[in-house]
């Protein structure tokens, strides 16, 4: 879902494992699918504040509620 987190548990998982995950978790490209909508508008939500829109009276944010939750 193209997210941009990974957390990996020091006491559960060796040196050489968490390496091979965070490796294949760069590697990995992201396909769209049933995320993209979503990614798209928090791309987009992203630029406009970006761009210093964030102090605007309509927060692009509540504006976009049901956007989001749709």
Do not use: W
């Not at 992201?30 to 970006?50: K, M, P, S, T, W």
């Amino acid at each position: 879902n193209n997210c941009n987190i990974i957390a990996v548990g020091a006491r559960v998982v060796g040196m050489e494992l968490a390496e091979m995950i965070v490796d294949a978790f760069f590697d990995a490209e992201f396909e769209g699918g049933r995320h993209e909508r979503r990614v798209n508008l928090i791309r987009r939500i992203e630029q406009d504040y970006a761009r210093g829109n964030s102090g605007k009276e309509e927060d692009p944010l509540l504006s976009r509620q049901e956007e989001v939750a749709g």
